[in-house]
């Protein structure tokens, strides 16, 4: 609704609604970028009525509470707030719930996301016919999954290391028709290059729980050296971890259970 989010004053107490549109910045760049020159972090300050400085504090202190950068001794700010701490519980694990309400915040004040965005322009306004809610609520959830993806991979692909951001894709591991509840999930995901993306949705490589690639025997047994030389020397090889959001095992084995062909 209109008017849900009012824009604070500079030194004002961060409002739960701000909470959630730093946290959606937060899984949008990687944390090493949360400075108050990226352009994204600017535009938010811009939207919140803060300076970037105090943008990055936020964003430091949803870094406190990360596991994933706990594991890599990476430490966020310390003195977080309670409502930042009720915030990431909220939205942690219930990835369609942060992206609906994020974007439910944003159009409120008559400002959205500008589609396919490297974080140069975070906010544009609305142009033409509203879409379809169904298209709207995928195109959405598409938009904050491959940005989650491909920051937490540094824009690289985690088996080949291609780093051409425009031939990435960020990759459902359990698909997207399978599983409404996992369609914005991080955890569900991996950067792959379009053709390994491929060969991962057809079922011709895996990737096992511990995170090392598997290519099918089909492709192994092949007389074809290009195949051999582009693909299965992948085989065995672990492929580079996410600087967050760890592919969840039990979704690597669904896809081992269900869709590669061993």
Known sequence: MPGTLKPKKYGELWSREELILAFGLY?????????????????LAKLLHRSPASVVRKLGNFGSFDPALQIRQVTGLVHSSKLDREVWDEFHDD????????????????LQPKNGSDAVELFVRPQGPSEKSVTRKARIHQLFFRDAILSSYEDTC????????????ASHIIPWSTSENLRADPHNGL????????????????????LFVVVSKRLRNSSDKRTMDLICQYHGAPITLPRRFLPMPEHLKWHQDNIFQG
């Open 191 to 210: 950067c792959l290059s379009a053709t390994f993306d491929r060969l991962f949705d057809s079922g011709l490589i895996t990737i096992t729980h511990d």
């Open 95 to 110: 990835w369609n719930k942060l992206v609906l309400k994020e974007r439910e915040l944003r159009d409120a004040i008559g």
């Open 27 to 43: 899984c949008r760049i990687p944390f090493k970028n949360t400075k108050a020159n990226n352009p994204a972090v600017i535009e």
């Open 158 to 169: 985690c088996i080949t290391g291609l780093g051409i951001r425009e031939c990435l894709i």
